[in-house]
């Protein structure tokens, strides 16, 4: 089925005991949740009943929450804008990013702080270092014997000198 506000096709795996949960309850024709008449909900009533099943549980909490929440726990998982557009419906990585940016933000600030406790500097030093003393194994133009990186000389350098 396509998602309601996008129209999106989406595939999720069914877990042994979501499965076990649909077999255990009332299932109408082509949806999982019916009401007590064995017709299928609509999105408020469904969401206006399981706010009541939160609220006899203690838990304030809502449909569209447990979404987010679904939603946080995959980004921090790893999950990429994709795979979130992917699994949620979405479209143009717009609202995975908000997941996805706000997991990575802490992932990348709980790295700086063990590199901080360990007294390393970064997580991708650059190979020979930085700064103006750095020692460097580039070449300059007139120790290239090849024509330079990524081509090969197809004339010698005093016959070029020659011409310029």
């Known amino acids: 089925m396509p998602t309601e506000k996008t129209g999106e096709r989406v595939a999720i795996e069914v877990s042994e005991a979501l499965a076990e949960a649909i077999a255990a309850g009332p299932c109408g024709e082509m949806t999982f949740i019916c009401g007590v008449n064995g017709r299928p909900m609509v999105k408020e009533a ?44 979405w479209r143009g990585r717009k609202m995975a990013s908000l997941y996805t940016g706000a997991a990575n933000r802490e992932r990348l600030s709980l790295a700086a702080a063990q590199r901080a406790k360990a007294g390393t500097q970064s997580p991708a030093p650059m190979p020979h270092g930085g700064g103006i003393a750095a020692k460097t194994t580039m070449k300059t133009r007139d120790e290239w014997d090849d024509g330079g990186p990524g081509r090969t000389r197809t004339c010698n350098q005093t016959v070029m000198s020659g011409r310029l």
Do not use: I, Q
Not at 53 to 79: F, I, M, P, Q
């Open 46 to 89: 469904f969401g206006n009943v399981f706010r009541e099943w939160c609220n006899a549980a203690g838990v304030a909490k809502s449909a569209h929450g447990l979404r987010k929440a679904a939603a946080t726990a995959d980004a921090e998982a790893g999950y990429t804008d994709a795979e979130l557009d992917a699994k949620f419906g």
